[in-house]
């Protein structure tokens, strides 16, 4: 069993990602998902970016420390886009994380990553939001840090592919990374 904090994209606590925490529960983890807008859902990716200007950063990363402070030390953190980037903040301040699970974004530079740090990231090949020129400084930069990661690209696929309530939505990519996500959970 792996404990786990999982944090939403820039759309807020919606369906899918309660849906994910459920699928991990299911297989014997222990979930958090945190809603870290205080019960505010974007409609649109706009609308999501507005309420992170409103509600503001560091009020966003306080609720995540807050979500994770009674959990273990070695917890894993992962994270949908915009949860990305929560993780990766949280992860300087959490040295002992057992991995980082990162959905949709790479959650930008993993300075703090330690030796041997797993990382599993599954991304849009030729993502919107996080370009291929991106991508591979980020693949480098954790190579760099010494972070064992894996990653995990879908050609063909929107931003958020896995969210069925998204226009980007892919079933069978959907279907795999949950696969992959999974194992990589159980290897934790």
């Not at 959990?71 to 993780?87: I, K």
């Not at 703090?112 to 990382?119: E, F, H, I, K, N």
């Amino acid at each position: 069993m792996t404990h786990i904090a999982l944090f939403h994209s820039v759309y807020g606590l919606r369906p899918a990602v309660l849906a994910a925490a459920g699928r991990f529960r299911a297989a014997g983890h222990r979930v958090v998902a945190p809603d870290l807008y205080g019960g505010e859902v974007a409609t649109t990716v706009d609308e999501g970016f507005a309420l992170i200007g409103r509600i503001g950063w560091a009020t966003i990363m306080q609720r995540a420390r807050d979500a994770v402070r009674d959990l273990p030390d070695d917890a894993v953190l992962a994270g949908f886009s915009m949860g990305t980037g929560v993780v990766s903040g949280l992860l300087a301040e959490r040295p002992d994380t057992a991995g980082l699970l990162l959905l949709h974004g790479t959650g930008g530079e993993l300075a703090s990553a330690r030796d041997g740090l797993p990382v599993q990231l599954h991304i849009a090949e030729h993502d919107e939001y996080f370009d291929d020129a991106e991508v591979a400084a980020w693949r480098k930069a954790t190579a760099e840090a010494g972070a064992a990661a894996e990653v995990f690209t879908y050609p063909g696929v929107g931003h958020l592919f896995t969210d069925p309530d998204t226009p980007d939505h892919d079933e069978a990519a959907s279907v795999l990374t949950w696969q992959r996500s999974l194992d990589f959970l159980d290897r934790c």
